[in-house]
């Protein structure tokens, strides 16, 4: 069994920064990669950013250069750095992880709200 919990959402203004963590707890083993995506009301959930077992990193275009995801030393917590925040970036964010068979989990989210 593999738990995935986020943390560190909340309210911000425009430009300010957040740094999201997603810590994982149980079977994490056989890891292929570990990612975000994110939820904004009455959309469907979209891809941010990955990290993949051997480091390399992805980021959707609407995110690349404002956000950074990174992860501990053990691999058992990921990191999304996310600067420059916009209205647009409101969403709750999940967290994701890819075992090598293909099996997929999901943490519980944390919202995010960008407003003045």
């Known amino acids: 069994q593999v738990q995935l919990v986020e943390s560190g959402g909340g309210l911000v203004q425009p430009g300010g920064s957040l740094r999201l963590s997603c810590a994982a707890s149980?079977?994490?083993?056989?890891?292929?990669?570990m990612g975000w995506y994110r939820q904004a009301p009455g959309k469907q959930r979209e891809w941010v950013a990955t990290i993949t077992s051997g480091d390399s990193t992805n980021y959707a275009d609407s995110v690349k250069g404002r956000f950074t995801i990174s992860r501990d030393n053990a691999k058992t917590t990921v990191y999304l750095q996310m600067n420059s925040l916009k209205p647009e970036d409101t969403a709750v964010y999940y967290c994701?992880?890819?075992?090598?068979?293909?099996?997929?989990?999901w943490g519980q989210g944390t919202q995010v709200t960008v407003s003045s």
């Open positions: 994701k992880m890819t075992r090598i068979n293909a099996y997929v989990y």
């Open positions: 149980g079977s994490i083993n056989s890891i292929s990669a």
